[in-house]
């Protein structure tokens, strides 16, 4: 799940960030130098499919030409990867139409749907909002180990077995870890009224 950069020579975020501003088409490749192959990994956890993944990495990093400017990403790691994973998911969305097939993305987000809305209710935007800060909030404050955990699974949508492997812990030590994260989610959520 971590991203690593590839040569030694790589531009700091801020850097990259004001390529984008500079519309330098320079800013793509040290993007992809710096976050490419992190950036597909987020993409296949979900399509599963090298092609379709690498197709959604680029069509990713022109989302991220298009988005700066305007917007000046204060934690650019996390704004490309939510562009990713957006365009990842929408792509998911478009191929499978027709057929339920599980990708890392449907298995993590199941194991929270006993408390979460699956987004097919009338619940209003409002309420949407104040549930993801409610859930940023709880994220916020878990321990690096368990942010890692919860981050990786539900939003990365990272295998059990790899988040283990990147933590140095058995698959099991994971799964018990996974139970108390979504039993601690849910007490918060039912503290702030919201199941």
Same mark, same amino acid.
């Given at each position: =799940?971590? /991203?690593?950069?590839?040569? $030694?020579?790589? =531009?700091?975020?801020?850097?990259?960030?004001?390529?984008?501003?500079?519309?330098?088409?320079?800013?793509?490749?040290?993007?992809?130098?710096?976050?490419?192959?992190?950036?597909?990994?987020? +993409?296949?956890?979900?399509?599963?499919?090298?092609?379709?993944?690498?197709?959604?990495?680029?069509?990713? *990093? !022109?989302?991220?030409?298009?988005?700066?400017?305007?917007?000046?990403?204060?934690?650019?790691?996390?704004?490309? #990867?939510?562009? #990713?994973?957006?365009? +990842?998911?929408?792509?998911? $969305?478009?191929?499978?139409?027709? $057929?339920?097939?599980?990708?890392?993305?449907?298995?993590?987000? /199941?194991?929270?749907?006993?408390? !979460?809305?699956?987004? @097919?209710?009338?619940?209003?935007?409002?309420? +949407?909002?104040?549930?993801? &800060?409610?859930?940023?909030?709880?994220?916020?404050?878990? @321990?690096?180990?368990?942010?890692?955990?919860?981050?990786?699974?539900?939003?990365? %949508?990272? #295998?059990?077995?790899?988040?283990?492997?990147?933590? %140095?812990?058995? @698959?099991?030590?994971? *799964? &018990?870890? !996974?139970?108390?994260? &979504? $039993?601690?989610?849910?007490?918060?959520?039912?503290?702030?009224?919201?199941?």
């Amino acid at each position: =799940m971590r /991203y690593r950069a590839e040569e $030694k020579n790589v =531009m700091s975020d801020e850097q990259i960030i004001e390529l984008y501003w500079q519309r330098d088409d320079q800013a793509i490749e040290e993007t992809d130098n710096k976050y490419g192959k992190f950036l597909f990994r987020i +993409a296949y956890n979900v399509l599963h499919d090298r092609c379709d993944s690498e197709e959604c990495r680029n069509d990713a *990093y !022109l989302g991220v030409w298009n988005a700066i400017p305007p917007t000046r990403p204060k934690v650019f790691p996390a704004f490309i #990867t939510q562009i #990713t994973r957006r365009t +990842a998911i929408n792509r998911y $969305k478009e191929k499978n139409t027709e $057929k339920r097939i599980p990708s890392e993305l449907t298995v993590s987000v /199941y194991d929270l749907a006993d408390f !979460l809305s699956d987004g @097919s209710s009338a619940e209003t935007e409002y309420i +949407a909002r104040e549930v993801g &800060k409610a859930i940023s909030d709880y994220v916020r404050g878990l @321990s690096e180990k368990r942010r890692f955990i919860f981050v990786g699974r539900f939003y990365i %949508g990272e #295998t059990v077995e790899s988040i283990a492997q990147d933590l %140095g812990l058995t @698959s099991s030590a994971v *799964y &018990k870890e !996974l139970e108390k994260l &979504k $039993k601690g989610l849910k007490t918060q959520l039912e503290r702030n009224g919201y199941i």
